[in-house]
T-cell receptor, first 113, second 118 residues
């Protein structure tokens, strides 16, 4: 059974610092991995989708890497801003699970002005 | 990009009544939608997979008679919480898969519904 873990569970940084969020998964047989952002009381906003054949994806200040063989993905957010404060979730679509996503527990990020 | 609209964003109901939550794909057809439940400070828990024109598939431990799912069209899935009780109070989120290929698709989520049963 696929398990997804996100470390750390919470992170607080001063504005301007780079953020590094980690996601690990136990079964490397995946179709893709997706990073989401969730603001309090809101739904999920998709940030980046990395296919299993890709090593990384970039969008603006966001960069996500994927090392499928070691079961790891890292989300980098450059030059953090207070508006980046949110919970970040990674989710894996594994081959064994068909079209279901397996979510990590999330990392709550606070960027202090 | 693909947009999933969820309504209402919040609802308060009395114990014993039923509440319907709608999830619509606005600019694409969604043959499959998903319903999640989220408790405070926790991640999402998949409740069921909603398939257009057929019965929903429920995850283990989720009462199908309690949480009725209807996916009557390619753009609308509904979740009805029947005979709601305070323990059903939670944040409910729907999602739909998006993308052009059969294997490389991602997911788009609705904005969620905060249900409070009093």
């Amino acid at each position: 059974k696929q398990e997804v873990t996100q470390i750390p569970a919470a992170l607080s940084v001063p504005e301007g610092e780079n953020l590094v969020l980690n996601c690990s998964f136990t079964d490397s047989a995946i179709y893709n991995l997706q990073w989401f952002r969730q603001d309090p009381g809101k739904g999920l906003t998709s940030l980046l989708l990395i296919q299993s054949s890709q090593r990384e994806q970039t969008s603006g200040r966001l960069n996500a890497s994927l090392d499928k063989s070691s079961g790891r993905s890292t989300l980098y957010i450059a030059a953090s801003q207070p508006g980046d404060s949110a919970t970040y979730l990674c989710a894996v679509r594994g081959r064994a699970a068909g079209n279901k996503l397996t979510f990590g527990g999330g990392t709550r990020v606070l960027v202090k002005p | 990009g693909a947009v999933v609209s969820q309504h209402p964003s919040w609802v308060i109901c009395k114990s014993g009544t039923s509440v319907k939550i709608e999830c619509r794909s606005l600019d694409f057809q969604a043959t499959t939608m998903f319903w999640y439940r989220q408790f405070p400070k926790q991640s999402l828990m998949l409740m069921a997979t909603s398939n257009e024109g057929s019965k929903a598939t429920y995850e283990q431990g989720v009462e199908k008679d309690k949480f009725l799912i209807n996916h009557a069209s390619l753009t609308l899935s509904t979740l009805t919480v029947t005979s709601a009780h305070p323990e059903d109070s939670s944040f409910y989120i729907c999602s739909a898969r998006t993308g052009a290929t059969l294997t490389n698709y991602g997911y788009t989520f609705g904005s969620g519904t905060r249900l409070t049963v009093v």
